[in-house]
């Protein structure tokens, strides 16, 4: 289209505007809730908070804090971040390597893809996870979390798809030189492949923070609930016998602690994100080239 034209620039008025508006509607929820807890109890029980917090304290975030369980939670949700995202992404490196090789070359790729595609349509269903989480062992262990779901099949379609779409000749260089299958991966596939993996990661770490339904199917003891876990059961009315006075009985309330742990909760994610944010895009376009 042609930018000079009318309609152009119309277009483009229409279509800023239209992402603008877009962007401030998922943004100001979450400015509201950090407005609110922020903002003093009084202030929040009359309605008076939109956008910017009134009469300013940070009560509620000392309290929360002071709370033993949630640096627990979050220490637990980042061990499993940690742990979930390297297991994550070493085995979908390996598993989507050969099955982005072709027939000729792995015998019986077709299948194996095959199954990956029946297993991420079709699951076994809670029960037989947790009899089967049960029986090995893993009950009340952070390994509970990870291994159920180690090899996310979403993400080695994508990873396969970008290794398909990389020139076959790099490969077959390798190969003359002796690298090897290990050394192709490693060496030539791997480093070519950061973008994308820079986006798997992002979602696998995504995925682990903000899962908490296996926190509390797997785990029996609150003790060992990873921090959405925690978030999904302990944002509950205020806990007075934390409360060491009547003036912070005044600057906090229970709408507040529960905006306090919210935006506790999106913050590492929020900070990881800007540093990942410029292989997103890209990483997703060039996985979705070839088949």
Known sequence: MNDNAPYGKLFHLFNHSFLLLSGLLCLLPFVHVLAQSLSSAV????????????????????????????????????????????????LTVLIAFPLSKEDRIFKGRTVYAWMLVFAMIFSGGLIPLYLTVNELGLMDSIWSLILPGAVPIYNVVLMLNFFRSLPKELAESSYIDGAGHWGTLFRI???????????????????????????????????????????????????????????????????????????????????????????????????????
């Open 43 to 90: 202030s929040i029980a009359a309605n008076e908070v939109t956008f910017w917090p009134v009469d300013f304290t940070a009560a509620s975030y000392e309290l929360i804090f002071k709370e033993s369980k949630l640096l627990t939670a979050m220490g637990i949700s980042v061990q499993r971040v940690v742990l979930g995202v390297a297991v994550n992404m070493l």
């Open 189 to 291: 596939y791997v480093p070519l492949s950061l973008p994308a993996m820079a986006t798997l990661t992002l979602f696998s770490i995504v995925g682990h923070w903000n899962s908490w339904f296996d926190g509390i199917i797997f785990m029996n003891n609150p003790i060992h609930y990873p921090l959405s876990s925690y978030l999904q059961t302990v944002i509950i009315p205020i806990d007075v016998t934390a409360i060491n006075s009547l003036e912070d009985l005044h600057l906090v309330s229970d709408r507040s602690l529960k905006d306090a742990q919210i935006i506790v909760g999106a913050l590492p994610v929020l900070v990881i994100y800007p540093f990942l944010q410029r292989f997103f895009v890209k990483g997703i376009v060039l996985g979705a080239v070839k088949e």
